[in-house]
């Protein structure tokens, strides 16, 4: 069974500090990972994702994460955060060629930015 | 529509009643997914449609809870003798026709609160 796992619950950082949130997975094939947020009163909006080349993997907002097979991780990262970025992130795996009810979520972090 | 659109965002119910949550896809995505986002966990899939019928309805919790798309476009998911722990996020998502998780679109969601 395929599983998601977010360690940090909440996060807080100053604005303008680098954020690195961890993201760990489960699954017996080769994953098809993502990265979501969701801001208050908002959907879920795809940051990026990862299925193959590059494990370097560029989104929007100027998020990216990083796929490391050996430790089953896919952190996502941020150089610079800004206030706007205050949200929950949500990190989910899934199959390649599956669809998105077969994804799987982890539970979620908290991100809290300083002024 | 431009978005997913879910009404109502809040719902407000007493143990025992009935609830109908509806959501309005993006204009021509036939796949149609409700998710369920318990306090401090990431979304959990519910069911999913393609056009009017329910393609996999493995995610329902218990014979309380069913879901129609009577048009291939509008969806409800209707609740039935509601229960404390039916309290949660619910989320709807709407892709095209076999497009992968990517192209999923996510509604803001209704929260429904069971008292």
């Known amino acids: 069974a395929q599983s998601v796992t977010q360690p940090d619950i909440h996060i807080t950082v100053s604005e303008g500090a680098s954020l690195e949130l961890r993201c760990n997975y489960s699954?017996?094939?080769?994953?098809?990972l993502f990265w979501y947020v969701q801001s208050p009163g908002q959907g879920l909006q795809l940051l990026l994702k990862y299925f193959s080349g590059d494990t370097l993997v560029q989104g929007i907002k100027g998020f990216e994460a990083e796929f490391k097979r050996s430790q089953s991780s896919f952190n996502l990262r941020k150089p610079s955060v800004h206030w706007s970025d205050a949200a929950e992130y949500f990190c989910a795996v899934g199959p390649l060629g599956g669809s998105a009810r077969q994804l799987t979520f982890g539970s979620g972090t908290q991100l809290t930015v300083l002024p | 529509g431009a978005g997913v659109s879910q009404t109502p965002s809040n719902k407000v119910t007493e143990k025992g009643k009935y609830v109908e949550l509806r959501c309005d896809p993006i204009?021509?995505?036939?796949?149609l997914y409700w998710y369920r986002q318990s306090l401090g966990q990431g979304p959990e899939f519910l069911i999913y449609f393609q056009g009017t019928g329910a393609a996999d309805d493995s995610g329902l919790p218990n014979d309380r809870f069913f879901a129609v798309r009577p048009e291939g476009s509008v969806s409800t998911l209707k609740i039935q003798r509601t229960e404390r722990g039916d309290s949660a996020v619910y989320l709807c998502?709407?892709?095209?026709?076999?497009?992968?998780?990517?192209?999923?679109?996510f509604g803001q969601g209704t929260r429904l609160t069971v008292v």
């Open positions: 204009s021509g995505h036939t796949a």
């Open positions: 998502a709407s892709s095209l026709h076999g497009a992968g998780p990517m192209q999923a679109f």
């Open positions: 699954y017996g094939a080769t994953p098809y």
